[in-house]
T-cell receptor
Framework: GIQVEQSPPDLILQEGANSTLRCNFS?????LQWFHQNPWGQLINLFY?????KQNGRLSATTVATERYSLLYISSSQTTDSGVYFC?????????WGAGTKLIIKP | EPEVTQTPSHQVTQMGQEVILRCVPI?????FYWYRQILGQKVEFLVS????????KSEIFDDQFSVERPDGSNFTLKIRSTKLEDSAMYFC???????????FGQGTRLTVV
């Protein structure tokens, strides 16, 4: 099956810093999504991005499908950005999830 | 913007009891999913549902689990006799027939004591 690897596993930053999170996947996919899981465990949909680039405020994402990776950029980090960021991919609709990047933003 | 809603947000139950987790998918979506996340672990696929029947299920989805669409709006996950290891976040998702994006609810935290 498809393997999904996220890096780094943990990231601690000062408020205001920028960060790049990476998601590598092992096979062609027709869906790639990024999620933020807040400290209460709730999942927040960030991006649906099987290819190309999207931006939403301080967040943006790029997927290079031919090279099987996606990047999530967070600029000017805020403490509310803390949590776990998940990448999930699918070829036949069932999402396969990475282990996540745990992000801590210190004030 | 349409969203998937899940209730309750947190449920505590005694071992051996039956629980029903409820989801209201986005209204024009046809494909429904349940996923599970044990604390500190990856999110895992449980089951997919289309046209009033299960289309795919994982090894986790054994005989103690069942899903139902009892009416035109709700999608439920039932756990017949809960075990301590069923404690997890349970996420519902739905998808239209026009694309591959899955829309997730915010989850139900199930605690079995």
């Amino acid at each position: 099956g498809i393997q999904v690897e996220q890096s780094p596993p943990d990231l601690i930053l000062q408020e205001g810093a920028n960060s790049t999170l990476r998601c590598n996947f092992s096979d062609s996919v027709n869906n790639l999504q990024w999620f933020h899981q807040n400290p209460w465990g709730q999942l927040i949909n960030l991006f649906y991005i099987p290819s190309g680039t999207k931006q939403n405020g301080r967040l943006s994402a790029t997927t290079v499908a031919t090279e099987r990776y996606s990047l999530l950029y967070i600029s000017s980090s805020q403490t509310t950005d803390s949590g776990v960021y998940f990448c999930a991919v699918a070829l036949n609709y069932q999402l396969i999830w990475g282990a996540g990047t745990k992000l801590i933003i210190k004030p | 913007e349409p969203e998937v809603t899940q209730t309750p947000s947190h449920q505590v139950t005694q071992m051996g009891q039956e629980v029903i987790l409820r989801c209201v998918p986005i209204s024009n979506h046809l494909y429904f999913y349940w996923y599970r996340q044990i604390l500190g672990q990856k999110v895992e696929f449980l089951v997919s549902f289309y046209n009033n029947e299960i289309s795919e299920k994982s090894e986790i989805f054994d005989d103690q689990f069942s899903v139902e669409r009892p009416d035109g709006s709700n999608f439920t996950l039932k756990i017949r006799s809960t075990k301590l290891e069923d404690s997890a976040m349970y996420f519902c998702a739905s998808r239209s027939d026009r694309g591959t994006e899955a829309f997730f609810g915010q989850g139900t935290r199930l605690t079995v004591v």
